[in-house]
């Protein structure tokens, strides 16, 4: 009878070790395991079909998330496009004027469109999309802006003193 005893805890074991690992593969986001049922009903077979449950209701919500995730890259995406017009506009505009004081008004609304644009492109590119690298910003802002005043009169170069990891 000792034996008896010692195969099924063995066997309860098993199960018990079956269950963990199928919860270990949802952590990872690995929703294709799911605990086998004996039909013993018994306390093992309650926990493995909660699992399995909780293991659909976590796919579900997965594929719920990367769905507003591709849709909100797509919303950045759009403004970022948007954005480009307008700039694309005010360069156009910005041809027919002769009086500098509005052509310096037009190329600071540009340079200010063009930073926003910049804002939702790096959005758009980065994988978490509710920040970015201030560092890559910085730098490729003021390249940005140097190439709209830049002129062979005014040469401007940059010292940058950024640390990294600083969204």
Same mark, same amino acid.
């Given at each position: 009878?000792?034996?008896?005893?010692?195969?099924?805890?063995?066997?309860?074991?098993?199960?018990?070790?079956?269950?963990?690992?199928?919860?270990?593969?949802?952590?990872?986001?690995?929703?294709?395991?799911?605990?086998?049922?004996?039909?013993?009903?018994?306390?093992?077979?309650?926990?493995?079909?909660?699992?399995? &449950? #909780?293991?659909?209701?976590?796919?579900? +919500?997965?594929?719920? *998330? /990367? $769905?507003?995730?591709?849709? !909100?890259?797509?919303?950045?995406?759009?403004?970022?496009?948007?954005?480009?017009?307008?700039?694309?506009?005010?360069?156009?505009?910005?041809?027919?004027?002769?009086?500098?004081?509005?052509?310096?008004?037009?190329?600071?609304?540009?340079?200010?469109?063009?930073?926003?644009?910049?804002?939702?492109? &790096? #959005?758009?590119?980065?994988?978490?999309? +509710?920040?970015?690298? *201030? /560092? $890559?910003?910085?730098?490729? !802002?003021?390249?940005?802006?140097?190439?709209?005043?830049?002129?062979?009169?005014?040469?401007?170069?940059?010292?940058?003193?950024?640390?990294?990891?600083?969204?």
């Amino acid at each position: 009878m000792a034996e008896k005893k010692n195969n099924t805890s063995l066997s309860q074991d098993s199960r018990a070790n079956e269950i963990l690992e199928v919860i270990l593969s949802f952590a990872r986001l690995d929703f294709s395991r799911k605990v086998t049922i004996s039909k013993d009903d018994d306390v093992l077979d309650g926990i493995g079909s909660g699992v399995n &449950m #909780l293991g659909e209701e976590l796919k579900h +919500s997965a594929l719920s *998330l /990367k $769905e507003k995730e591709h849709l !909100l890259k797509e919303i950045h995406h759009r403004v970022k496009n948007n954005l480009q017009i307008v700039s694309s506009l005010l360069n156009l505009q910005s041809e027919s004027i002769v009086d500098e004081k509005y052509l310096g008004l037009i190329k600071e609304s540009h340079n200010r469109i063009n930073s926003m644009a910049l804002v939702h492109e &790096m #959005l758009y590119k980065s994988k978490d999309l +509710s920040k970015i690298e *201030l /560092k $890559e910003y910085i730098e490729v !802002l003021s390249s940005s802006v140097n190439m709209s005043y830049s002129s062979p009169a005014k040469e401007i170069s940059f010292k940058y003193n950024i640390q990294s990891g600083i969204f």
